[in-house]
């Protein structure tokens, strides 16, 4: 038994010295063409992706409902679950790269009526293990591969963290956006139904001809067809908040006017190469192609032989004297399988090759998105502007014209041509400035900020 178990001490010392080895080249990041600077102007310093969402918004009813989304999501529900999935299929699979070890035990009860013997009783407990020896390093690069597909599945996670967090941000500004044109409108019918009834008036005085009044008529039921859609629009994305927040349809409470809400005054962007690093989408993008790398190498493992370990080691229930011990090992290899391996291997590489371009791909939008809400930002800035201008013209131009035709120098029809004006105008304003805001929340989503979850 003493030289059995001194044999067994030589061979796991020479299966030590072989499970050393390891097959396949070793990931490295691909080099990527990163622009030195953004096309559009862009502010320098430290991105303002490195600020946590909850200092970006200052609205508190809108962080308040961000965290509500954040807890109660459920795609984010199911993202979390998917982490805890890969780290037990992880320990799944480094679960190869150890001997296994089992038992066993088995009785014989025997009675004989020929001889008049006693029954026998027999009985005997076994231990077996085995050890596949991983020459080529595929299980560890298996392991490797899992290990990294875990990775990837948090990066996937804060990737729809940063999603949630975006697209609750904007669709509260849309709905305050939405308050305020259902505003505009609701006082725009007050307004032309007074305008209604003064037109009213004078044609049953005989002053003007009932066209005016159809005029104003058709104009006050715009109005109305207005107050629907805004609404029916309201409700709507007070129903898309609710589903993100993970809640069935409700009243979504409000916070800080859409004219009040307060963003940083300067959104400096970083290094288009700071992306590659931040972003999740792009983190997790990079994860999953590093596990196929070491898939890949794992696959080149199985053109080569496979060497396994056994002990096993019986004993005697009756009489534990008896023991039996066993050593042995097994090689086994390819020798013809029509070039299996082999395909399985291009197999591999073409998927590395889909995923490194997926990478790029992915590296690519990820600046067209930045370039993108650079522009809007410096361009929905601007068209405010220019939007209240227009909304202080509209009103002067209209205070002028009732001057006007109360002197009977110009028709109804140039007071109904300057209401419009004045409307659409305050309409288009709301919508701007809802659109510039969104714009910041867009740039910050496209550098990859907004993904942090405060800690109490």
């Known amino acids: 038994m003493k030289k059995y178990f001194r044999y067994s001490n030589y061979i796991l010392i020479a299966a030590l010295a072989l499970n050393g080895c ?39 009813i809108l962080q308040r409902i961000i965290q509500v989304g954040i807890a109660n999501n459920k795609d984010l529900q199911i993202a979390a679950s998917r982490i805890q999935e890969a780290e037990a299929q992880m320990g799944v699979v480094r679960a190869n790269l150890y001997p296994r070890v089992n038992y066993g035990a088995g009785g014989n009860f025997a009675v004989s009526s020929d001889d008049g013997t006693d029954p026998k009783v027999t009985g005997s407990g076994a231990i077996s293990a ?6 080529w390093g595929r299980y560890r690069n298996l392991s490797e591969a899992a290990f990294n597909e875990y990775l990837a599945s948090e990066e996937a996670y804060r990737g729809l963290t940063l999603l949630i967090v975006s697209s609750i941000a904007q669709g509260y500004l849309l ?13 725009t019918l007050e307004t032309w139904q007074y305008n209604l009834d003064l037109v009213q008036a004078r044609f049953n005085a005989g002053i003007i001809s009932e066209v005016d009044v159809k005029q104003s008529m058709i104009q006050v039921e715009e109005a109305r067809t207005t107050i629907q859609t805004f609404t029916r629009l309201r409700i709507q994305t007070e129903n898309t908040l609710s589903f993100l927040m993970g809640l069935p349809p409700q009243r979504i409470d409000r916070g800080t006017k859409l004219e009040e809400q307060v963003f940083p005054p300067t959104l400096p962007t970083g290094l288009p190469s700071e992306l590659l690093d931040r972003r999740p989408d792009l983190m997790s993008a990079e994860r999953s192609l590093q596990a196929q790398v070491a898939r890949r190498n794992a696959t080149e493992a199985l053109q080569y032989p496979q060497l396994t370990l056994t002990a096993d080691l019986t004993a005697s229930f009756a009489d534990p004297s008896i023991l039996f011990g066993n050593l042995g090992a097994q090689v086994f290899g390819p020798l013809f399988n029509s070039g299996e391996n082999k395909r399985r291997l291009e197999v591999e ?11 790029q791909n992915i590296f690519l939008n990820a600046l067209k998105e930045v370039e993108d809400a650079l522009i809007a930002v410096a361009t929905y800035e601007k068209e405010f502007e220019s939007r209240m201008v227009q909304v202080r013209a509209a009103s002067e131009a209209l205070d002028m014209a009732w001057v006007r035709y109360e002197n009977g120098v110009t028709s109804y029809l140039e007071i109904l041509d300057l209401q419009r004006s004045e409307f659409n105008s305050y309409l288009k304003a709301s919508e701007t400035l809802q659109l510039q805001l969104t714009s910041s929340v867009q740039l910050y989503q496209a550098l990859g900020g ?6 109490d």
């Open 22 to 60: 390891k097959l396949g080249q070793p990931y490295s990041r691909p080099q990527m063409a990163a622009p030195v600077t953004y096309n559009s102007e862009a502010l320098s310093g430290e991105s303002i992706a490195n600020l946590p969402w909850w200092n970006l918004f200052q609205d508190t």
């Open 349 to 359: 590489i073409q998927r590395t090759e889909q995923l490194l371009l997926n990478y």
């Open 175 to 187: 709905l305050r956006d939405l308050d305020n044109r259902l505003n505009v409108s609701e006082r």
């Open 450 to 455: 907004g993904w942090e979850i405060p800690v």
């Open 130 to 135: 085995s050890w596949i020896l991983d020459i």
